[in-house]
Nanobody, 116 residues
């Protein structure tokens, strides 16, 4: 049974930091690209960062967010610094297979709220 469980969300003032975690089970973690996406109220879900064959970030978070993964713990992380009110969203963890096209899994999301 595949599970992706996000944690670490919360409320913070602008300029603050949060670290999100995505604990996974039920699939071969090292064979998946781990990504973070977010969805703000009234907006579509958008890409934030990924770590797999390469690391990539959305332009809006470059220099502020850092994605990391611990293959021994089957866990991905998103360190978020210098948070802005526009970073407020539900953050979702995603696992995308490096082997089987179209196979991916999602977590349930964790709320991040940044106040000005």
């Amino acid at each position: 049974q595949v599970q992706l469980v996000e944690s670490g969300g919360g409320s913070v003032q602008a300029g603050g930091s949060l670290r999100l975690s995505c604990a996974t089970s039920g699939f071969t973690f090292g064979l998946y690209t781990m990504g973070w996406f977010r969805q703000a109220p009234g907006k579509e879900r958008e890409f934030v960062a990924e770590s797999g064959s390469y690391t990539d970030y959305a332009e809006s978070v470059k220099g502020r967010f850092t994605i990391a993964r611990d293959n021994a713990k089957n866990t991905a992380y998103l360190q978020m610094n210098s948070l802005k009110p526009e970073d407020t969203a539900v953050y979702y963890c995603n696992a995308k297979s490096l082997v089987f096209r179209g196979r991916d899994f999602w977590g349930q999301g964790t709320q991040v709220t940044v106040s000005s």
